[in-house]
């Protein structure tokens, strides 16, 4: 769980883009609670590894892109992953269907 004392040290930072919008309602969703900030980290914020495979689903289903699971470790606060989504947007798909990492709910 989310410590006072990190809450305190994480300034806060509201979504500036759409892409940070609808990435912290997901999170909102996930979680139970708005996040203060898009800098705020997703495990300090009692985020979990069910609660991430969710993100992940849902994140894919919102902006349609194949985000991996690893994204959500790898930049774990809403900037972050707001950075990797729209990075895939650009790009399009990065892997092939049978190279995907495949999440079970």
Known sequence: LPTAEAAATTPAVAPRTSVEQG????????????????????????????????VITRIRSTFGVDIALRSLFEHPTIAGLAEVVDMLALTGPSAPAGEREEIEL
């Open 23 to 54: 990435i912290s309602e997901i999170w909102a969703e996930a979680l139970g609670s708005r996040p203060r900030s898009v800098h705020e980290g997703f495990f300090e914020s009692g985020g979990h590894s069910l609660a991430a495979a969710l």
